[in-house]
């Protein structure tokens, strides 16, 4: 059952072999604090919904962090904290009819594809892997006699009498054999749901929340629903099972399965699952056979003969590696996590943007935190919240804010790197002059080498000094240059837009002398500029960088200077 830990799944997790370079650098003393720290959020994780079924993360969120616990206690066995009875599903002792096998998850297309066909590509079958909690059915003479959870597989929580209080399952079967084992899913209805644009929306914890409570009220259990995805008792043939399913009434069981001759079938179905609305969320495919050995032979661990390919993450679980801080052309500090690189979609995301300094010192972010990603309309990386945190503070200083506002960092001086390097970009780019091929490695190139100090020291650079720069070449120089000399004849009102000029509404921007001796009164006689803009623009044309900017662009020969 999801949100009480199963044990049999922590040992199996954590049998496999471990390879030194995928386990923290931690000291045994400091691997025993960052173990019992997650440990106790994932032991609160689950009290919240075995007591109230409440959601304090998303189901994703929760099986990473969980596969990260049995990482680590793999690296560090010594330091793990023992996993107490109470917490796992496992603590049920009533023994179930057919061994709960689980499955495995392959890791793409391209692992499913290597699947089938060393199966020949034949008698396979393909259904939505349901977003819910496993559950075992017995039927004895056509009556529902026990429910089962997953437990370890073999042994697990009894939820007979939850059972006979939720409609979706059935309590009789018509044209039943005399003893009949079910295997499935009891999932959260949600009607269209798509789950492309809806994601999991933590239906899986719902529905475990409302089984892990000590009663089931009437409005919840008719909010629960049940898809059979296996007969264990059934006949061999998966076709003779899907009559005999039908027969019985579980027509889902036969409306969701589907021959797969190829991998485009499964493709196709997999396709139509993610982007059209079905009424639970599914977190993946399961690809089977339609033969596979008999039920009194199954162990509770993933089978050879079927397997999972789950759908993109909809968030990801990272490591915070390093908390660095961008400045930007208006002196505007943020904060960037670098992260240990997690795949959401078919995105792989190294970095996200935490938005501003008050926010990240209310996170309180450090590295070696684990945070929670999402993708912003499906493109976008966006910082979620913080999982836990590292048990060690390492200790983060960001730029003073007292050194950066928007007239500031004219020249490349300590601490102004960034912002002065951001006025560079915007100089020349598509808000600015529209220098092409002038992009943030070509500034830095040219900063590095010396040859830029202040905001204009490029006009004046000559082809051999561009040649002689490390990485320019004669003709990268030379067609530089010729980008260089273009800026002088760009307009009056282009270079005042590169230089961050505040918007000015629709003011005619005719030359520096004009504007510049402008009162703040006068400013607030152009239509759409109040009394803030107009001191801004006062201050724009009155500060000392930018009047010696513009004697700089009058002696080049500037239009309107």
């Not at 399965?257 to 485009?264: F, K, L, Q």
């Not at 260089?484 to 961050?500: D, E, I, K, P, T």
Request: glycine share 8%; hydrophobic share 45%; charged share 20%.
């Amino acid at each position: 059952m999801r949100w009480l830990w199963p044990i049999a799944s922590i040992t199996a997790l954590t049998a496999g072999a471990v390879h030194a370079t995928d386990c923290p650098d931690w000291s045994p003393a400091q691997a025993k604090q960052e173990l019992n720290a997650l440990y106790d959020r994932l032991d609160g994780w689950n009290h919240a919904y075995r007591v109230s079924g409440q959601s304090p993360v998303d189901d994703a969120i929760y099986d990473q962090a969980l596969k990260r616990f049995s990482a680590w206690r793999r690296c560090f066995p010594a330091q793990a904290p023992a996993m107490p009875a109470h917490l796992a599903d496992a603590s049920g002792d009533l023994r179930s009819p057919v061994a709960q096998t689980g499955l495995a998850k392959l890791p793409d297309a391209t692992a499913l594809a290597a699947w089938m066909h060393a199966r020949d590509e034949q008698d396979l079958w393909v259904q939505p892997k349901a977003d819910g909690v496993a559950v075992t059915l017995l039927y004895l003479d056509g009556q529902l006699r026990q429910a089962t959870s997953r437990g370890d597989g073999l042994h697990g929580s009894d939820w007979t009498a939850m059972a006979q209080l939720i409609e979706a399952i059935p309590k009789h079967l018509p044209n039943a054999p005399a003893r009949v084992v079910l295997q499935g899913e009891i999932y959260w209805r949600i009607p269209g749901h798509v789950q492309a644009s809806d994601g999991g929306v933590n239906a899986r914890s719902a529905v475990a929340g409302a089984l892990a409570r000590d009663t089931l009220d009437a409005a919840t259990a008719v909010k629960i629903g049940l898809f059979v995805w296996d007969w264990p008792s059934g006949p061999a043939d998966m076709p003779a099972r899907l009559a005999g399913l039908q027969a019985m009434g579980l027509a889902d069981s036969v409306a969701y399965t589907h021959p797969a001759r190829n991998m485009d079938d499964v493709k196709r179905w997999r396709e139509q699952w993610y982007r059209h609305p079905m009424p639970f969320a599914a977190d993946g495919t399961v690809v089977r056979q339609g033969h596979r050995p008999p039920a009194s032979s199954w162990q509770p661990m993933p089978p050879t003969w079927a397997v999972a390919w789950k759908y993109p993450a909809a968030s990801a679980l990272a490591e915070v590696r390093a908390v660095n801080f961008t400045v930007g052309r208006s002196g505007r500090i943020t904060p960037v996590l670098e992260l240990v690189p997690v795949q959401l979609d078919d995105h792989r995301v190294q970095r996200v943007s935490v938005g501003s300094v008050a926010r990240w010192r209310q996170l309180d972010i450090r590295p070696g935190d684990q945070v929670e990603v999402v993708l912003a309309g499906l493109t976008i990386p966006r910082l979620q919240s913080v999982v836990w945190r590292t048990q060690q503070r390492a200790d983060v200083t960001p730029p003073d804010p007292g050194k950066h506002e928007p007239l500031s960092c004219w020249q490349a001086t300590p601490g102004c790197e960034d912002q002065f390097r951001a006025r560079l970009l915007r100089l020349a780019g598509n808000q600015g002059l529209r220098l092409d091929g002038l992009g943030a490695s070509t500034w830095q190139a040219l900063i590095d080498a010396g040859l830029i100090h202040g905001l204009l020291d490029w006009m004046n650079l000559t082809p051999a000094q561009l040649a002689a720069a490390p990485g320019f070449g004669q003709a990268r120089a030379s067609t530089l240059a010729q980008t260089f000399a273009s800026a002088r004849q760009r307009s009056f009102a282009r270079w005042m837009h590169a230089l961050g000029m505040p918007a000015s509404a629709g003011a005619e921007l005719t030359d520096w002398a004009t504007l510049s001796a402008r009162s703040s009164d006068e400013w607030q006689a152009v239509d759409g500029i109040g009394q803030g803009r107009a001191d801004r623009l006062v201050e724009f044309f009155t500060h000392p960088e930018l009047r010696a900017q513009a004697v700089r662009l009058h002696a080049a020969g500037v239009q309107g200077f």
